[in-house]
């Protein structure tokens, strides 16, 4: 990478770390997108000071072409727009190229969800005679009764749990805190967790809440990993991935009459329109029901 190209990243970065308070995961993506487009522009021989609309539109093609889906695509076109926005406010160029891009449709990528037969049976996999298994329980409750997500999950302290008041304290995106409601479920097995479980592996005195065997905090991918070994016990292999409990979360509650801005606000978007996608989810499988069982269908 030319130095002035890394330069500019690095100050782009302390940009949206400082002025918008971007959390590491969501600087990662960033960073990942705007060095997907310097490889691509090395290849081209093609200076970043002289990049042009047809430049970025050519990029965007290819990766759409290489199986980077509709939602990976829109995020990719954000953080282009990002990036040639502050290129602009510092002087760094005179136009900005990335000024009309359009994201596509995510109409096309409706979140998955799980039917709440689903969620049970995935909730009663985990063997409750075993230590783990009365964390890992846990782990699904609170992750499907709060609908958080997994970094979310991962960064809980105990400090931020409130369960004979029912709620939680949650850092989301940005370090944006919010407080979530924890269910009569997630909140008794939590408990049984914090009680019986954690302090047999809590060796260091650790604030973090959900702890391995080892007593160390859990990465993303080792909550993946047990969503995806009980998905799997659960036989649904193909419907699990890390946001499936947040996004049945959502899905439920909009089914059964909850107001948009009320779930906005449990989920912790900024945006009301990043919500809107679970009406359409709620619409689709309705159409589905309709479908299936209304005689003249």
């Given at each position: 990478?030319?130095?002035i190209?890394e ?6 970065c ?6 918008k308070?971007l ?6 993506s960033y ?7 310097f490889?691509?522009?090395?290849r ?6 002289r ?7 050519e990029f ?5 072409q290489?199986?980077l889906?509709?939602r990976?695509?829109?995020r990719?076109?954000?953080?282009l727009?990002s990036f ?5 406010l ?9 000024e ?7 109409w096309?990528t409706?979140?998955r ?15 409750l005679?075993?230590?783990q298994?009365i ?7 609170v992750?499907?009764g709060?609908?958080?997500r997994?970094s979310e ?9 409130r369960?004979?008041?029912g ?6 995106k940005?370090?944006?805190e919010?407080?979530v409601?924890?269910?009569k ?5 939590l ?5 019986e ?16 065997r080892?007593?160390?905090p ?5 909550i993946?990993k047990?969503?995806?070994?009980y998905?799997q016990?659960?036989g649904l292999?193909d ?26 606000m ?5 945006q009301?329109?990043?919500t ?5 989810v ?13 005689p003249?269908?």
């Amino acid at each position: 990478m030319p130095a002035i190209q890394e330069e500019l990243l690095k100050i782009y970065c302390d940009y949206l770390a400082v002025e918008k308070g971007l959390s590491p995961n969501s600087l990662a993506s960033y960073s990942l997108d705007i060095k997907k487009l310097f490889d691509h522009l090395e290849r081209k021989k093609k200076s970043l000071l002289r990049v042009n609309e047809s430049d970025l539109v050519e990029f965007i093609h290819l990766q759409a072409q290489s199986g980077l889906s509709p939602r990976s695509l829109a995020r990719l076109i954000s953080s282009l727009k990002s990036f040639f926005r502050f290129l602009l406010l510092e002087n760094h160029i005179r136009k900005n190229p990335a000024e009309g891009l359009s994201s596509p449709s995510l109409w096309l990528t409706l979140p998955r969800v799980l039917t709440i037969e689903e969620v049970e049976s995935l909730l009663e996999k985990p063997d409750l005679n075993k230590p783990q298994g009365i964390r890992d329980r846990a782990i699904l409750e609170v992750m499907y009764g709060c609908g958080l997500r997994v970094s979310e999950l991962i960064s809980l302290e105990l400090k931020d749990v409130r369960l004979a008041q029912g709620f939680l304290i949650c850092r989301g995106k940005g370090s944006k805190e919010r407080i979530v409601p924890v269910g009569k479920a997630a909140a008794r097995w939590l408990g049984k967790y914090l009680r019986e479980v954690r302090p047999l592996w809590d060796i260091k005195g650790s604030a973090v809440i959900f702890l391995t065997r080892r007593g160390k905090p859990f990465t993303r991918q080792g909550i993946w990993k047990i969503l995806k070994t009980y998905g799997q016990k659960a036989g649904l292999k193909d419907k699990i991935h890390p946001h499936v409990l947040r996004h049945s979360f959502a899905t439920h509650l909009l089914e059964r009459g909850a107001d948009l801005r009320a779930v906005q606000m449990l989920l912790g978007h900024s945006q009301i329109t990043t919500t809107q996608i679970y009406t359409h989810v709620s619409r689709e499988r309705l159409k589905q029901i309709y479908d299936r069982f209304h005689p003249r269908a």
